[in-house]
């Protein structure tokens, strides 16, 4: 368990990670708006959407954010599993709306604990988690 | 440079900003002394740099991937830097990549997000602090 107190360098590179998690945020916003004009779930948007939720999985727990991480590496093997391009684009629109939500909290400096129990949250790990204990054929 | 030094030279290979300083921070309090390649390609150019106790790799990595440089390096003419140790740091830890790199001669293989703490216990014990 990192102390993030302890040194001024350690709290900056907190502070600067927690600064990008809002420049995630605008990144987000920019896909959800692409979603909305779009009106459908293209191939290009749900790559945007995948880099977006692969970079915050691969280092929000390192900052302090499990649940972030837990929630995005969740997104980002849903998009690995394909499971997403059968997504209605609503649901995609509302799993956008799930992950801001989860980045405005980080944004504050907690860990979005709360956004693991979204009921379509759950959904989706439950599908990964099947998809990924599945025997290979 | 005297032996001591070159026992605490780390190459770290990765492209995501905030962990490559996260890293940096954490091995530097530890006492080595951190160069950070932003991309595959530049990890290969600084290969013959300095000699290195230890070059930590990201996989997914713009221009060459990590196991594009863990090939260069393993099939390099030196000895010195085909034997060095390798840690393996990436957001892809699915069974098929970690063998993969067992193959390779990866000594050791940590999955991202990590503890930093962690991350320095493996390095030390990697180049036997």
Redesign the interface.
């Given at each position: 368990?990192?102390d993030w107190d302890s040194?001024p360098?350690?709290k900056k590179?907190k502070e600067?990670?927690v600064n990008?998690l809002r420049q995630r945020r605008e990144v987000l916003a920019g896909i959800v708006n692409q979603l909305k004009a779009e009106s459908k779930n293209t191939p290009e948007i749900r790559e945007s959407f995948q880099f977006v939720v692969?970079?915050i999985?691969?280092?929000?727990?390192?900052?302090g954010f499990p649940a972030l991480?837990e929630l995005t590496s969740a997104l980002?093997d849903y998009f690995d599993l394909s499971a997403v391009a059968e997504l209605q684009h609503t649901d995609l629109v509302n799993v956008a709306s799930m992950v801001d939500k989860a980045l405005e909290i980080a944004s504050n400096g907690e860990d979005p604990v709360v956004v693991l129990n979204d009921n379509l949250f759950q959904k989706i790990s439950v599908a990964v988690e099947r998809a990924l204990s599945a025997p290979k054929t | 440079m005297n032996e001591e030094s070159v026992t605490k030279e780390i190459l770290l290979a990765e492209d995501?900003e905030?962990?490559a300083?996260?890293v940096s921070?954490k091995l530097g309090?530890e006492g080595f002394s951190v160069t950070i390649a932003r991309n595959g390609q530049e990890a290969v150019d600084l290969l013959e740099a300095k000699p290195w106790c230890l070059v930590i790799l990201d996989i997914m990595m713009p221009i060459k991937t990590g196991w594009e440089v863990l090939r260069v390096l393993r099939e390099h003419p030196k000895e010195s830097i085909k034997e060095l140790s390798v840690l393996m740091l990436t957001?892809k830890g699915l069974h098929k990549e970690v063998a993969n790199a067992a193959e390779l001669g990866v000594q050791q293989y940590l999955k991202?997000?990590?503890?930093?703490?962690e991350l320095a216990q493996v390095v030390k014990k990697l180049v036997n602090l």
């Open positions: 368990m990192i040194d360098e350690l590179l600067d990670y990008s692969h970079k999985a691969g280092t929000a727990e390192s900052y991480t980002d | 995501e905030h962990i300083k996260l921070f309090k957001a991202k997000p990590f503890d930093p703490n």
